[in-house]
């Protein structure tokens, strides 16, 4: 409802006093106690629930679930445990738990819009490229995936290179120099998403050496997300997919 | 052409030996000299030549502005200064200045793909978002711009709100705090690209202050790009607003 | 005793020569041997005692609260854990834990002054938000809490704006991206103490990041504190509260 | 007006559909071109327009001025040099201009509201100081200026603590060490702003030691401003000494 | 001896051609495998043997307590944990553990030399504040320890500072804030060496805050040695110490 | 196989097309699920293969090893544990482990070429300059140690420099305060490989200072590798070997 | 005047209330309007008066020299330019000005205490050990001068080291990489005072990396200042060697 | 001479006892006065002499370069201006100027040894890069220039491979993201130096991320100096020429 059907309600009596303050107020989202849920959001966005499993304990999380679940809606908790996951199941028997991306996927439909190609440099990027993965599938979009492809032996990347341009959107996932990204943005005309990781030693500084290289890129057409933000990457791709499926 | 084609050419002869060795080393691009000109990019990418002006003399530039306009083509060159200009002029009379964002343009065509919002926290940050604007507009897009609606007196986003919701993608440019990105993603539903500037005093070390937070925010569907980069945004707002068009 | 009122008593012989050197040198504190207790503090900043909990053993600890007790003092330990408290509670059965905010406390008073409002971005910031709101309840002033506004779904924290700004003075707490504070203080006239929490990953740096934001905010009237600093928030925040409510 | 009393007046007819719509969106502020200035701010936060002189040219800053001026409003402007105050007296004669802290103020009342210290650690801290101190007093508080009584002979700074004692609220301004406000803090039970400033020389890295010094301090009751913000500094102080007047 | 009596032993005779060889290339340590362990450094800089014991296991430190006892050699450990000196009392029963600044010390020698005060800020300092006070007693230098003096409560310092001034020197130990060398730097004319400890949160970043604060300090006569460093600020001290007692 | 052969082929059809097309795709790698293993390094580099171990499962690590094992190759395994060894131990029963550099090694050459000094400034640096020295045997380089020749002590250096000065290349290994690689290249005249360590504690950053001191050497003839990377030193190292040798 | 000197005279009456008060309020310094002069510090530290010159103007300056020298004081100022000078040399014609350690210096006396060993790395560090020479001349220190001994071409520093031995203290100065405090430390048994300048490029981040290099160095016995602190090391280098000759 | 030839001299006399005490203390070097020229240097290190132009004056360049073509010597001067030149010029006419390296040098001979390739990402690196290969260039070595071949257009680079394979050492320059060094590491079996260039805008921090992107790369064979130290590595690159060519 945009602003002016609201303020016409109002005016010709459709929406009385009382309810029209209450829908200013308190519309927008309902109390659970320890976060606020917000039912609005897969209206406003497009989009389905994601929770941030890091920091709940299995309890909290196995209580989220539940409520999502009794009202047949798709549920998405990345940063999880097993022990998450045990809880998660009791309530939710349909959920499923992968374990390399740490992410409980409660959903019943299937990916089935356009194509997001992840790429990592290296075995090690694969948790986060998988978080990334299973967020955009999760959000609809078809994932192909190609790992260990980095540029200390850069044949690996040419040899799948036709592939990877079909995609409409390409998630590049480094750590450690994180020049992926770049050198596929000079080898792409699609936009890439350069995802960071913390993977590395020594001067990595936590994935801060991957972080640079990726915003200094000189390849143009990369946006970057914060490092190891699988999610991040996962839902820009699927906006950005969307919008080339004529989706939005 | 692909690489089954080529193959294809060598085998049945159409190819000579000669020339499938010359196109394999030489064809991608030509030598000027001091700087390799990648005829072949606007094809690759779907993109015109652009040239990054700091660094290079007056005379360079004008002798690149003079062999691109040769063969009539477009070009824009960004982080240009008056005596870049005065210089450029002599040989394209017909390429035009933009004082704010220092971009010097050499183009026939009007932007008419989509719409590219572009919003800024303050008034200073209009010289990086200039330079977005018209890279984006370079590339064929149009833009709207959302000047000086910065989240200290949000009232003046949400008055522009319902117009910023209909582009197809939004670049969010702010310095200091760098909050607008953030805010923004969480009432729209399009890729928000969060451009920091380097605008600001004290803590903000050069933009780092900026960046981080944008890096870091709550709300989905964001990628970032480098401090004070408003070509790579502008860049990047393009491919994804061709996306959207179906121009890809 | 200020210093003329000392001097006096010097010359009319009412304080003794030896007294007056005690004075000097020995009143303002006792000595407990592995710290030093400050008696006249509460005297000299209207304030009770506070101890900081994280490094000292159960048994300090549990030293310290006898210790005042006996002297029918109000204590805050802040920093505790259920160690803590359990050898707390053997010597001063009236002391009490709350395990959210990781704080003891030993008080018969009531929280009565003013109202300050305690503001949370998300579910994850609660424990720093407690130790501020516990802090300043502990020290008298009645706190209001309004958890999980933050700036990503900023509808949440329009509809709570009215009672926010019923309070003299609000604290801001804000992980991640760090934009709350900013944004509150555009919208309230009352200062806003930013606290950042070290919420978060990639690349907030243990809470710089949101450090960095609130530092550089646009938006004017903001105080800020020290990462995960809690206690000094609600400190200052008593402060201004007591002023605003003429106590002092 | 409250959001009540609009709804009542949509509902009753006394606002006509029309001009509701015009209130919700285009009320708060009016358009200048290049800036967008707030003449609300006055009325929602109690204070008057303040404008950032650094980057703006003599003659935006003379146009602003003159805007203000029209409408009999006070002004103060920060961050000025000479050229602009020359531009600004041409068309306000009657604004002046502070050479230290390089403000110029356009105002026909006199400070007269409880009183605001402001301490400096050095003489080189004057100009910041003098920011916040000006800034004070243009929105109506009375200052104490205690300059160069820094830590390092500590006895200038015990010489006037009596003084200093009796404001409502004290900005401690210092460099290089930065250790001025948490003995401060220490010996005041007001509410302690510190304001670190650039002032200094080798590892000091432009403020960040200074800075890091306050955040970390161990006395309580200090709120951090960004590093030479005098403006920032002298509002907040303003928010807490009208609080502790009573006149909010 | 110097170089002209080698030169003159060699000529002479004195010193044979093998001899002297060996002397030049192999006199100054003899090898334990693990470490080449310094005899001459007693004679060479006035002081005994010390062991970095952290990073060794208890054997390797055994071995070399059992090494320098067999010669009748005082040894100081530091950062040594109980497993270290259970191992070492059974080679050494002679051996002395500090648990507070983790130090076993072999040693039959009073400190009976001069003075050197060590101040701490607070009680969490005392483990690092130790460890220099052990050091320095262990090279005979007597120490008075006056800890809990910070400057939060300054009125501490100064009911101490007639006895701190007694000393050849001191060891101000301080960590968060890191004001009290520059404050004690400025009330005393002996040399201050500035030790800077890890405590702290937030932003102190392992003691980085208190070692800035340290060397930015506007007070003269300071030298600064590295984060939790108490073995070289009690060695630097003790080799004051000894000038100042005429002792070398 | 050069282009030219590779072009010849497809023309004269000793290469039939689909062959040809294998080859350029699919020749360099084949695919183990989990990561790709380059059986072309060896012939491509001149060099063995090497595994990663840290982050991979013991499980994982025994497939590789079994893998290389079957083919009759030479293996590497670099940041290995005991349950790494014991599970590659049950399929290669001919690997060997070395505690120290944590590193496996399943080779059946002896180390011939030349010879390479790996120094080290402490006995805590020896596990990385262990990896190093592993690594350069292991691809057949001689190597000679001389360990704990620090400049604190820098007569136990001097003693050791003629031999060091025999090798073809030097490592220098150093945290800390990492002066040893900078006073060894103004010593000797041949290649120095810097390898920072992350020994050492306070203000190192975790080998930040040594790094940077090697970056900043005001001697010639240093190339710095990262943070404790031993086996980055040994390959570089063994390049240089290789080339002094006549063997490339 | 000590405390009980002080009280006392406060009981029989020798000092009047009135000026009892005056003397703790007032005594230790007189206001010059911009500075306060501390007229008391010869006292109270044995130390003349000495003048930051940097950020004053000429003026300043010379009405700082022409106070003291119409008092017969001595003064030093540091970090003068010419044109400070000039004006000095108006009001001081005795006054006297080193062009490469940019320093002023007013004082009948010679230097005749002991002896200060001032060695550099390199010649770029003379300004800087010039600064710290002429500090310690001015308080009455000895100083032989040892220049461009750095570790890079370590024969050098050995064949003057029997020189620096026979100082009481020595001062190391270095940039780029910063050794020399390391390897003098390990080669003498006084005092070093690490002086780290500015001195590089590159990663030398403004003196960082030489700053972290003494800070992290190995050898005992080494107290660091302030980056480029050269007074800062005169000072403190004069404190010892006063203790060291039994001045104090 | 060694150790054991100068013993035995002392030993029969061949050396007289005061020509060995100078041989030992006087030998290495002759003093300027502002500068400690080494001799030495080019017969210890098979290298010709070097000066750092920056920061001296003309004067003193111009001294320097008499003083050696006095003796027939070759120098080359790295970071000259023109006004440095003109002075050289003055004396040794046959000094040579480079305007893109910034480099001055006197040499009679050719380089004729081997093959160094220098290869740069950007032409903004070429200032860089020319200083390295003129260096390399004075000490003898050939060099191959690759400019203009970064990462992202990578086929340009592949064009130019065979013949960088050619070399015995690569010199990879790059600003920015810095990934050239990586990749070419991956595609060459030579040891490649790693030289980042301040080059670049935004989060660069002055060559920062390219230091942190080659020190971090997941190739092996690199070795990395300091920012824009195109001296050290064409020294180093020199270095490993002369072992490669069996010259040393």
């Not at 059907?5 to 459709?14: C, I, T």
């Not at 020594?202 to 970057?224: K, W």
Request: with cysteine; net charge negative; glycine share 12%.
């Amino acid at each position: 409802m945009d602003i002016k059907a609201f303020l016409q309600g109002v005016k010709d009596g459709s929406i009385p006093f009382e309810q029209a303050e209450q829908m200013l107020l308190k519309m927008p989202y309902e109390d659970l106690g320890f976060a606020k849920l917000d039912h609005h959001r897969g209206l406003r966005g497009g989009f389905n629930e994601v929770i941030f499993g890091q920091g709940k304990t299995p309890e909290q999380l196995g209580t989220i679930f539940a409520h999502f679940a009794s009202q047949d809606k798709c549920v998405l908790a990345t940063r999880c445990t097993l022990a998450h996951y045990e809880q998660v199941q009791n309530v939710c028997p349909d959920a499923k738990f992968d374990p390399v991306s740490k992410t409980i996927v409660l959903s019943t439909t299937q990916p089935d819009t356009g194509c997001i190609a992840v790429c990592t440099a290296g075995t090690s990027d694969m948790p986060v490229a998988e978080e990334a993965a299973q967020t955009a599938e999760f959000f609809g979009s078809r994932v192909c995936r190609f790992y260990d492809v980095g540029v200390a032996g850069i044949h690996r990347l040419f040899s799948k290179l036709e592939d990877i341009r079909k995609a409409n959107c390409i998630i590049a996932v480094a750590g450690m120099e994180g020049a992926l990204p770049g050198v596929l943005a000079g080898l792409v005309d699609k936009p890439v998403i350069a995802l960071p990781t913390s993977v590395g030693y020594g001067a990595n500084f936590g994935g801060l050496s991957a972080l640079l290289t990726m915003l200094n890129s000189c390849a143009e057409g990369i946006g970057v997300v914060n490092i190891d933000n699988g999610f991040g990457a996962g839902y820009l791709a699927t906006q950005i997919n969307r919008l080339a499926e004529g989706k939005r």
